[in-house]
């Protein structure tokens, strides 16, 4: 079955630590996304990417970093600059072309103690 | 710039009576919009789009919802609830960044009672 995956479900890391969130999508899509989402605010642009080896900064960019090595994957890591990063993290993908609509993973809740 | 307001952080209704989510967009170009669902810890699933074609637009779960130009509004409907649609609702607007990138209403989370 074509989709979005995201591993771990729910991560625990010490406050000082960078952590890293896994999105792969076997859609062949082109365009991926992460969100963050907290309770009372819908979902925040942290970073999206139109293509391999390109991504650009969302609203709230600050204390994230990105890459997109593979079509497929699109990682996000959350470093200990970020001052609130306890939040449910989305990742999406929209193939080309099309009306805009976007595919979620199921997402990663993070907790930073 | 576009965006999204949804009004009512939370609707309560019985079963089998009628739903109504309320959303207003404000958009500089024809708009894309859609409503997106999402079940606790779960990830957000496209229920409809509306994209410049039919101003009433069908999705799953017998929702729908009317695009109104006049009043910047896409309201989403149900006629009869099921105690299976309690879940948070998120209206959105494409348009964002590059014009790629969804921009989302904060949801509203609709509670089912028998």
């Known amino acids: 079955d074509g989709g979005i995956t995201q591993s771990p479900k729910y991560l625990f890391r010490k406050e000082g630590q960078n952590v890293t969130l896994s999105c792969e999508q076997n859609l062949n899509h082109d365009a991926m996304y992460w969100y963050r989402q907290d309770p009372g605010q819908g979902l925040r642009l942290i970073y999206y990417?139109?293509?391999?080896?390109?991504?650009q900064k969302g609203d709230i960019a600050e204390g994230y970093s990105v890459s997109r090595e593979k079509k497929e994957s699109f990682p996000l890591t959350v470093t200990s600059a970020q001052k609130n990063p306890t939040a449910f993290y989305l990742c999406?993908?929209?193939?080309?072309?099309?009306?805009?609509?976007?595919?979620f993973g199921p997402g990663t809740r993070l907790t930073v103690t | 710039a576009q965006s999204v307001t949804q009004l009512g952080s939370h609707v309560s209704v019985s079963e089998g009576a009628l739903v109504l989510l309320r959303c207003n967009y404000s958009s500089s170009v024809p708009p894309y919009l859609f409503w997106y669902v999402q079940y606790p810890n779960q990830g957000l699933q496209l229920l409809l789009k509306?994209?410049?074609?039919?101003?009433l637009v069908k999705g799953i779960n017998g929702f729908e919802a009317e695009f109104k130009k006049s009043e910047t509004s896409f309201h989403l409907t149900k006629p009869s609830a099921h105690m299976s649609d309690a879940a948070e609702y998120f209206c959105a607007v494409s348009g964002g960044q590059a014009g790629t990138a969804l921009i989302f209403g904060k949801g509203t989370t609709l509670s089912v009672s028998s």
């Open positions: 509306y994209t410049s074609a039919a101003t």
């Open positions: 990417s139109q293509i391999v080896n390109d991504f």
């Open positions: 999406a993908s929209r193939a080309s072309g099309s009306s805009y609509e976007q595919y």
